[in-house]
């Protein structure tokens, strides 16, 4: 009747995973100044697109490339729409999300029901026996690393590099950029591809990983859960992923906490990320200093050379 | 030049309206909470919604949205469907109570048919729903012969009476065959969200559960089932692709034959506001096939338990029966009143967990 273990955390990581990597790829577009709001749409894309590859050739590896296209194909549409015609991010977004769920359903109508082939573990079995580190460190597959991998690389990223500074100054003032010559849209439609492929890829992740099986409408508002988490993290990455685990860790504690019999108020655990979430927007509109400071300046914000 | 199109505009328009007045179809809208594709419960009613479209043919138009969210929202979503044209809304789950109350108010001339729900306030609104406990009592009959570990998981979804209806019925019936049976109740506070039911699943099954139930609408918790290896029961549809196993049985929710007789009576103008609350014997509640998983000596107990049921014969809640307190509830051969079924918001003896309010 352990309350915490092992198996809990492992539990945790591998179910915080597609919001993670949604939300770092959100994350990314923000900082550059877009705010997408289509990740849910994105995402199921991509579940959709890497079930069917991965169904069809058999291989999980290729499920989750042709994840990250799909996501990132359609987030092609919002990035020509907001960038090239100028359009209203907000509305576009949710019309993206909108078209995400109806194509998905779409393109999924005849893979119901089947079950695709299992994504291996990385590590053998006996490293994967070792108490306690075994099934925490050891106990997943590759995109589990990949998407700590991807976070620490985003933060070093932005925080450290050339690249990262553009991406920044981009979302921050974008007339600057533009004054100094850098090619804002340019930068700012390759974030969006980028922000897509990590929602299409958490959204595999969901098809062939988590459930694993396609159903219409498997997302069921995870996107919205990443996007809460952009903000609960103030645009930090490696915020996003204490923020993951913390918001899987509450939804893993609370079915097992239930499964054990513990009487938890579980309606109010199921609506703690957004809680948490709102608590940390009055806070950051409330604080004028630094946490404030982190919303990219330009976000939202449309872009046009000419004014 | 703008008042040419405003004129062709309206031109149109008016031709469209005359074009609709021409055939003028009955329209019949359906609330689904889910996606159809969910292949449980939301499938099973748009099954019901293309019978009635296979049974009147061009005198019928039907239109649905799917994913509609429970409360407040769903007004908006019942109304648009109203100005779309809709003579008759079915509002298919139960979290559409009060929204489909309001608009029924706000339109004396649409007809209203609610699913599971039980208030009527304007004479346009009617409810109905499936005595699926009686599924649920054969079900736990099969689950109580067939767990070892004696600990039958449950993915409940909210704590609603109709929930709670089908937990007390399965754990009756499973207590009747097993009397070292116990229940894990999970709940997952929400109708369809496929990851979710299967970390509700895979976090009974780590607590001993080798069946697992669900009154969820995905087939989430099976796939979950199937990586244990450990038996199921499909839910609201067969969901027999996962079959023989882990899906060993099902309940099937059948609504066709009860849409295409209110859509007639409506189109009839025989329509009434009614309470409607069927089971096994008028055939809204079925049992899917029972496979081989299944020992052929259950199989015959169950088929036998759900016949009884079927003729009337016997009540899923016949007495002597308790509450989870102890007190006193159904005395010997005393046979539970529909009133307190439709409201049952207490585990019956024998549950171990809490309802959470």
């Not at chain 1, 609370?254 to 938890?264: H, M, T, Y």
Request: charged share 15%.
């Amino acid at each position: 009747m352990n309350i915490i273990d092992a198996a809990l955390i492992a539990t945790l990581i591998g179910a915080s995973t597609p919001i993670l990597l949604a939300a770092i790829g959100e994350l990314v577009v923000e900082k550059s100044g877009v705010l997408n709001l289509g990740v849910e749409g994105m995402m199921i894309v991509g579940a959709i697109a890497g079930f069917i590859a991965c169904v069809t050739t058999g291989s999980p590896a290729l499920g989750f490339v042709m994840g990250a296209v799909g996501g990132a194909a359609l987030s092609v549409i919002f990035a020509v729409l907001t960038q090239y015609f100028l359009s209203n991010q907000v509305a576009t977004g949710l019309a993206l999300t909108l078209f995400g769920l109806g194509i998905s359903s779409l393109m999924g109508e005849s893979y119901t029901g089947i079950n695709p082939p299992i994504t291996p573990k990385l590590f053998p079995e006996a490293m994967r026996d070792i108490p306690w580190a075994g099934p925490i460190l050891f106990g997943h597959d590759l995109v589990v690393y990949l998407s700590v991998a991807l976070v620490a690389a985003v933060a070093y990223t932005l925080a450290r590099t050339r690249l990262g500074l553009i991406i920044r100054a981009v979302g921050e003032s974008h007339d600057a950029a533009h004054a100094l010559g850098y090619k804002v849209v340019r930068i700012r439609f390759l974030c969006i591809l980028f922000g897509g492929a990590c929602a299409g890829v958490g959204g595999a992740y969901l098809s062939l990983v988590r459930v694993p099986s396609w159903t219409e409408g498997m997302t069921a508002g995870a996107g919205w859960i990443a996007l809460a988490l952009v903000v609960f993290a103030s645009w930090k990455p490696w915020r996003a992923l204490l923020g993951a685990y913390l918001f899987g860790g509450i939804a893993a504690l609370q079915l097992r906490l239930q499964a054990q019999e513990v009487a938890v108020p579980v309606a109010l655990l199921d609506a703690s990320p957004y809680l948490v979430t709102i608590i940390v927007l009055v806070i950051i509109s409330s604080d004028r200093g630094r946490a404030a400071l982190n919303a990219p300046a330009a976000l939202g914000k449309v872009f046009h050379a000419s004014s | 030049m703008k008042k040419l199109t405003t004129l062709l505009a309206a031109g149109l328009i008016a031709a469209g309206a005359a074009a609709q007045a021409q055939d003028d179809p009955f329209t019949v809208g359906f609330i689904y909470v889910g996606p159809i594709g969910d292949l449980g419960w939301s499938y099973e009613h748009d099954q019901g919604r293309l019978a009635v479209e296979e049974a009147y043919g061009d005198q019928v138009r039907t239109i649905y949205q799917e994913n509609v969210p429970e409360g407040a929202d769903a007004e908006r979503a019942i109304t648009n469907m109203i100005l779309d044209g809709a003579d008759m809304v079915f509002t298919t789950s139960f979290g559409y109570m009060e929204a489909t109350n309001a608009v029924a108010a706000q339109f004396p001339d649409v007809l209203f048919e609610h699913a599971t729900g039980y208030l009527r306030e304007t004479p346009n609104v009617s409810t109905y729903s499936a005595r699926f406990y009686e599924g649920r009592a054969v079900i736990g009959h099969i689950a109580g012969h067939m767990t070892e570990s004696n600990i039958v998981g449950y993915i409940g979804s909210y704590p609603i009476p109709e929930v709670i209806r089908g937990i007390n019925s399965a754990f009756i019936h499973a207590r009747q065959v097993n009397p070292d049976v116990e229940f894990r109740v999970v709940w997952a506070y929400t109708w369809f969200d496929p990851a979710a039911e299967a970390d509700a699943a895979r976090a009974l099954i780590a607590e001993g559960a080798d069946v697992i139930m669900q009154h969820t609408d995905s087939t989430a918790p099976q796939t979950a089932a199937q990586e244990a290896g450990i038996i199921s029961f499909g839910q609201a549809s067969d969901m027999i692709q996962f079959a023989p196993t882990p899906r060993v049985a099902s309940i099937v929710d059948n609504w066709a034959p009860y849409y295409v007789r209110r859509v007639g009576e409506a189109m009839e103008g025989t329509w009434e506001s009614t309470d409607t609350w069927e089971g096994i014997g008028p055939g809204m509640v079925e049992i899917g096939e029972m496979t081989d998983a299944i020992p052929e000596e259950v199989r015959a107990s169950a088929t036998e338990l759900m016949e009884s049921i079927a003729s009337g014969e016997y009540h899923p809640f016949t007495g002597p029966l308790n509450r989870q307190d102890g007190s006193a509830w159904l005395a010997e051969g005393e046979v539970a009143d529909d009133g307190t079924l439709a409201g049952m918001d207490f585990y019956v003896e024998g549950l171990t967990g809490d309802i959470p309010n």
